[in-house]
């Protein structure tokens, strides 16, 4: 897609008035393509149907600027009750979360006692796991320092590595002795040439060799990407390495080349669909307009064939 349209949707991504606006409009313009449901009865539904289509979930219950202690511990409240509901409904689906919706941007303390509360409630939900959504640049290092911290008490926590930072690597290598369950990501934000490659073959290059990298260290990769090159990629690794089935799993957004999913899991990979709910479904359904063009035209048809 062109440089200037990705842009524009990444900007109206962050416009605070429409954000607001939004959550009271309920799924509206095609969102409901990419966002499973307001509620989570809703999205236990969608996982449910996912399940049974022989792919396992991870629910994201949607939240974008978090200011207010209020705010953050609502939050922090769905995602335990997201647990709560996947436990009780005995679908196959773990949690993932952005620190910033737990008041990360309010004081870290907030955010931890929030991050071991939902641990907590992980743990006793059936063990469940929880991701760490990476959020961009400005939050990289104190996400990093936070799983650091969290790792010495929990084992059912991980975050997400992203192929476009001049970081990655090191990241991926200062873990290597915790056997850290990465989720793997070319990356979704829009950041400085001084912290990230510019250019997609550099990112798409760099992407390949920390999947190669976290796999030969014996970490367990969760390779998340739409890109059938990179997919095709770790499938010529684990014949090339005899990396095991389950030392990774491929993921991909909901709504997002859903026939590739069903495929995977028909040739026995383990393919989890990042399911995100919540009427907070503003910002995260224009990051996704902003990767592609198809998605542009899907929501364009939909608006105008009416
Ligand atoms: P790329 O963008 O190169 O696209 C390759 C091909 O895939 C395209 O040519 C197109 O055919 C198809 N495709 C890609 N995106 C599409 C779309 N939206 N709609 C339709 N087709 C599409 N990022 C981040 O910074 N932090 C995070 O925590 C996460 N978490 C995360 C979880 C999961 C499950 C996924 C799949 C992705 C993320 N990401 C993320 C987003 C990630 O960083 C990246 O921006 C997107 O996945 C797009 O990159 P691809 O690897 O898919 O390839």
Redesign the pocket.
């Known amino acids: 897609m062109e440089q200037a349209m990705k842009d524009f949707f990444l900007f109206l991504s962050k416009n605070k008035a429409m954000n607001a606006a939004a959550k009271k409009w309920g799924l509206r313009f095609g969102a409901s393509r ?1 966002v499973s449901g307001v509620t989570i009865a809703e999205a236990i539904a969608a996982v449910r149907k996912l399940n049974q289509q022989g792919l396992v979930c ?1 629910l994201d219950h949607l939240g974008e600027f978090v200011f207010s202690l209020e705010e953050a511990n609502e939050s922090a409240d769905y995602c335990i009750k997201t647990l709560e509901a996947i436990h009780q409904s005995g679908v196959d689906c773990n949690l ?1 979360l ?1 620190m910033t919706s737990l008041g990360l941007d309010i004081s870290r303390e907030l955010c931890m006692t929030n991050m071991r509360r939902i641990l907590d409630a992980a743990k006793k939900n059936g063990n469940l796991f929880v ?6 640049y400005a939050h990289n290092h104190v996400t990093m320092e936070i799983l650091n911290e969290l790792l010495e008490e929990y084992d059912n926590v991980g ?2 590595i ?3 930072l001049y970081k990655a690597s090191d990241d991926i290598d200062s873990l290597k002795d915790k056997k850290v369950n990465f ?1 793997l ?5 829009k950041e400085s040439a001084e912290v990230a490659y510019p250019n ?1 073959p550099d ?2 290059e760099n ?1 390949k060799k920390i999947i190669k990298q976290h796999l030969l260290n014996g970490g367990y990769a ?1 390779v ?7 997919i095709a990629y770790v499938k010529q690794l684990e014949k090339e390495y005899n990396i095991p089935r389950t030392q990774f799993e491929f ?3 909901y ?3 859903t026939q590739s999913q069903i495929d995977l899991a028909r040739e026995g990979y383990k393919m ?3 399911v995100p709910y919540g009427n907070d479904w503003y910002g995260y359904f224009m ?3 902003a ?2 063009p ?2 542009v035209k899907f929501v364009l048809k939909g608006m105008f064939s009416k």
């Not at 998340?224 to 990179?230: L, P």
């Open positions: 990419f991870t993932s952005k991701r760490i959504d990476m959020e961009d975050t997400v992203q192929a476009y989720r990501v070319k990356g979704a934000y997609k990112v798409d992407y969760a998340a990407t739409h890109d059938d090159n990179i993921q991909m957004l709504g997002i080349r989890r669909v990042y990051r996704r307009l990767e592609s198809a998605n």
